[in-house]
Antibody, heavy 118, light 107 residues
Framework: EVQLVESGGGLVKPGGSLRLSCAASGFTLSSYSMNWVRQAPGKGLEWVSSISSSSSFIYYPDSLKGRFTVSRDNAKNSLYLQMNSLRAEDTAVYYC???????????WGQGTLVTVSS | DIQMTQSPSSLSASVGDRVTITCRASQSISRYLNWYQQKPGKAPKLLIYTASSSQSGVPSRFSGSGSGTDFTLTISSLQPEDFATYYCQQSFSAPRTFGQGTKVEIK
């Protein structure tokens, strides 16, 4: 069974940093591109980042470039999101999500809540 | 960036109704369009990918169509479990933008 389990969320002050982790199981992580998607409370979905299977291709929206960094360790079956210079508007549930090769997202984690507040 | 616009933003329908949700891209995205369903407090679920391909396990009442800039998600006969919010997403180019969502409510 495919499972994606996020961790590392919590309360952080504006300007602070946080590193999210995603533990993958039930499939071979090294064969898949992966994504981070977030959802602010009561709002819609926002794509945050994608990383190809070997980390050769990494994408972010312009609004997050320079503050967020995605990485992966296929040997540890893990995906990461380093978030720096956090702002109130980064408050959201962050989902780890798998790309089955169609550039869609077929599996999602349960999400981890990040709250940026003083 | 490619902008995705869904319509309507919300709709009220009855069980058994045929429901159509539209998604329009700000430029051509060929058939790189996906549809998701999300229920409160849950992660989204993939329904349709590349405009018209059904994800495994998705009921046949869900179908997608379109190409270029205009796309449609159709629920042929609305069931109680279909009341949720639906999102389109383009996967033609990064950033892989989502539509703002369409909330389907009980009439």
């Amino acid at each position: 069974e495919v499972q994606l389990v996020e961790s590392g969320g919590g309360l952080v002050k504006p300007g602070g940093s946080l590193r999210l982790s995603c533990a993958a199981s039930g499939f071979t992580l090294s064969s898949y591109s992966m994504n981070w998607v977030r959802q602010a409370p009561g709002k819609g979905l926002e794509w945050v980042s994608s990383i190809s299977s070997s980390s050769s291709f990494i994408y972010y929206p312009d609004s997050l470039k320079g503050r967020f960094t995605v990485s992966r360790d296929n040997a540890k079956n893990s995906l990461y999101l380093q978030m720096n210079s956090l702002r109130a508007e980064d408050t959201a549930v962050y989902y780890c999500a798998r790309d089955p090769g169609t550039a869609a997202i077929d599996y999602w984690g349960q999400g981890t809540l990040v709250t940026v507040s003083s | 960036d490619i902008q995705m616009t869904q319509s309507p933003s919300s709709l009220s329908a009855s069980v058994g109704d045929r429901v159509t949700i539209t998604c329009r891209a700000s430029q051509s995205i060929s058939r790189y369009l996906n549809w998701y369903q999300q229920k409160p407090g849950k992660a989204p679920k993939l329904l349709i990918y590349t405009a018209s391909s059904s994800q495994s396990g998705v009921p046949s009442r869900f179908s997608g169509s379109g190409s270029g800039t205009d796309f449609t998600l159709t629920i042929s006969s609305l069931q109680p479990e279909d009341f949720a919010t639906y999102y389109c997403q383009q996967s033609f180019s990064a950033p892989r933008t989502f539509g703002q969502g369409t909330k389907v409510e009980i009439k």
